[in-house]
C-alpha cells in the first residue's frame, strides 16, 4: 500500500508579489525548488501563516537567484506581498521506502534566501 507523505518543503516564504492577471499557479526561484527538489508543475499546498488560508497549486520555475514567490492567477486573492507561507510537496512512498525516509526541507530568511537544508 502506498501512503502520501511530505517529500520537500520550503518553511517561511515571504510572498513577493500576487499576479491576478494570469493563468494560475505559483512561481517560485529557481535555486529554491533545486534545493528542495520540488519541480516545475508540481501540485504544492500553500498554506499562509498570516490569514490561515490553504490551498493547493503548480509551481512555475522563476528566475534563479532571484527570491521571487509569486503567486497568480486565483490564488493572488488568497494572499499578501509579505505574508510568510509554507509549501509543501507530497510524495506517495511504499513501506519500504520509509526505512530511512526524511522530507527535503528548505528554511529561508525574509529575502528568501536559504538559511538551511534539513
Known amino acids: 500500500m502506498l501512503q502520501e507523505f511530505i517529500s520537500s518543503k520550503i518553511h517561511r516564504a515571504t510572498v513577493t508579489d500576487a499576479n491576478?492577471?494570469?493563468?494560475g499557479s505559483i512561481?517560485?526561484?529557481?535555486?529554491?525548488?533545486?534545493?528542495?527538489?520540488?519541480k516545475e508543475w508540481q501540485k504544492v499546498d500553500i498554506l499562509d501563516i498570516n490569514n490561515?488560508?490553504?490551498f493547493h497549486t503548480y509551481v512555475i520555475k522563476g528566475e534563479a537567484d532571484s527570491g521571487k514567490?509569486?503567486?497568480?492567477?486565483?490564488?493572488?486573492?488568497?494572499?499578501?506581498?509579505?505574508?510568510?507561507?509554507?509549501?509543501?510537496?507530497?510524495?506517495?512512498?511504499?513501506?519500504?521506502?520509509?526505512?530511512?525516509y526524511k522530507p527535503n526541507i528548505v528554511?529561508?530568511?525574509?529575502?528568501?534566501k536559504i538559511t538551511s537544508i534539513q
Open 20 to 23: 491576478l492577471n494570469y493563468v
Open 69 to 100: 514567490i509569486c503567486l497568480n492567477g486565483a490564488a493572488a486573492r488568497k494572499v499578501q506581498p509579505g505574508d510568510k507561507i509554507i509549501i509543501i510537496a507530497y510524495g506517495l512512498y511504499n513501506p519500504d521506502e520509509l526505512t530511512n
Open 52 to 54: 490561515g488560508e490553504r
Open 107 to 112: 528554511i529561508v530568511d525574509e529575502k528568501n
Open 27 to 38: 512561481t517560485i526561484d529557481e535555486t529554491l525548488l533545486n534545493a528542495s527538489k520540488i
